[in-house]
């Protein structure tokens, strides 16, 4: 509705998100049902979300507001183009009727968000397999030297020095005494690591100190150059409504702040500031 009769201006920006007011859904029931139903709105509104099947590959249509065009999803690679993939024969005339120059721009375009597309796929898979790979490479390095059942004990998750020691204390005989004697080690590891947890707490290391005297200091320095809000809350909002009586009624006619009428829903949807 505000694109049809130009209530941008009146409504302002709408949170997509949020709940419909009741004046809202009255028009959405008087007026966008009877529209969606009788086939009267602009095509976006019906293929916005289109989900459909097309040479093995399933595929999403979305609407870019910014564009104004459509644009495709593959849903298995998440690759986006804006080349309809399932072109209908009124496109297919009008790509044939394109220039050269307007279909190498088309294409270009297509090209850079492939590639756009493509560049963030290989930098998420590169992390990834990276990250494995210094994890494979490290585990590696941890075994080195080790006989089979220290191999085994560390990797039960074991650390290097535990799954040695065990080994050395019980022998190569009996591997479920060294699984209890590696045990025995962990459990003392995990009360040393606890102990020298609280011990941090308590007493923080120097490091600890300079950080919360920088941040510290940042705060100091971000009240000097922008000093807080003193209003309170219910001071903001009396505020809030002030001026948007002012900007719905003006400042000489109109329901004044003394009046006995209820707020209405969109000031009560502009008074929340979370």
Known sequence: MREE?????????VDEYREFTNDELDAF???????????????????????FYHKKKFWTQHWDTERQ??????????????INPQPTPGELLLRNAMSQKEKAKEKFDDLKVKAIENG???????????????EKAYHQYQQRGMEASEKQLYRMGFSREIALKSVEVVGNGDFEEAVQQAHYYQVIEDEKTAE????????????????????????????IFKPEDPLTEDEKRARAIEMMRQQMYGTSGGIGTDSEVETSDEEKYMMNFE
């Open 196 to 223: 020298r947890k609280a011990f941090l707490k308590e007493h923080p290391p120097v490091y600890v100190h300079i950080g919360r005297a920088m941040k510290t200091a940042f705060r100091a320095i971000k009240r």
């Open 5 to 13: 009769f130009g209530l941008a201006k009146e409504i302002g920006d």
């Open 120 to 134: 963030k796929w290989l930098a998420r898979e590169g992390m990834k397999y990276s990250k494995l790979a210094a």
């Open 69 to 82: 065009k459509f644009f495709w999803v593959e849903e298995e690679t998440k690759r986006k183009t804006y």
């Open 29 to 51: 029931n008087t007026v966008f049902k009877p529209a969606w139903n009788d086939g009267r709105l602009k095509v976006r509104f019906y293929h916005d979300g289109r989900r």
